[in-house]
Structures are given as structure tokens and as C-alpha cells.
């Protein structure tokens, strides 16, 4: 009996090393994957042109992008109901250069930024003025422009 005790006991305290030294190794790689990933994220350093935007300007300009995106959902989903006047106005009235957005775009120091800014919007009246036509294809491609323009500004500029 005494014999199996000491055998039990052997046993247990192989199994309690080897469970610790398992979990060594995994917290060992663990942090290894860590410094690995954070290596990997300074060398992937956003490269965009910031705004130097305030706070609150942020914010704002924030709202703005969000309301465009909601714009850009709402004609996709009306085009498929084939409601092409209300997608058309939401077009106009969402994306277009609307005095408010003209003046907006030219708040920003940035000379490219406001170009870029005023192309997208303009680009948001032609896919007004597509999708007046009910010409499904034309419209699809007049939004892809218009998408193209947010693409290429998120891939420029950050706030």
C-alpha cells in the first residue's frame, strides 16, 4: 500500500510539472505573439495626411461621413424597391454640393482635401441626376464614382 502511495504521490507531482511547465510555454508564447503584433503595428504606422482637426470639428466631420453612409445605404436599398426618385433625392439632398456642404468642405486648411471633398459631392448630384434616368446599370456605376471618392479620402486622410 505504502508503495502505491509513493507511486500515486510520483505521479501526481509529474503531472503538476509537466502542467506547469505547459503553461509556462504558453504564456512564453503568448507574450512572444504580443511583441510580434506590436512590431507588426509600429512598422503598419498610419501614413494618412492627418486634418489636425479640433476636437469638436472631429466630431462633426464624424457625423457627416456617418449621414453619407446612411445616404449611400438608403439608395441601395430604394434602387432595389426600384425607387429611383427617392433614391435621386436623397442623391441631391444627402450627397450632392449643397451650399451647407460647399462651405463645409472649404472649412479644411488641406487644398486637396477641399478638392477631393467637392469632387465627391459633385459626384453625389451626377448620381442624382442617373438615377432620375431609372437606369439601373448607369446608377450602379454612378454610385461605384461616388464610393470611389469616400475610397480614396479615407485611404489619403485621417482626422
Known sequence: MKNILIAVSVFIGI????V??????KVQQQNHQHDMSMHHNMGMMDARTSLELSPEMKQHQLSNMRDHLEAVNSIIGLMSENKFEDASKIAHTKLGLT????QMCSMFGDE??????????????????????????????????TMQYCVECHATYRQ
Do not use: I, Y
Not at 503531472?15 to 509537466?18: A, D, E, I, T
Not at 506547469?20 to 510555454?25: G, L, P, V
Open 99 to 102: 451650399p451647407e456642404m460647399q
Open 112 to 145: 486637396k482635401f477641399m478638392k477631393l471633398g467637392f469632387a465627391f459631392h459633385k459626384s453625389g448630384d451626377d448620381l442624382g441626376d442617373v438615377l432620375h434616368t431609372k437606369d439601373a446599370k448607369a446608377s450602379l456605376r454612378a454610385l461605384n464614382k
Open 15 to 18: 503531472v503538476g510539472l509537466n
Open 20 to 25: 506547469a511547465f505547459a503553461a509556462e510555454e
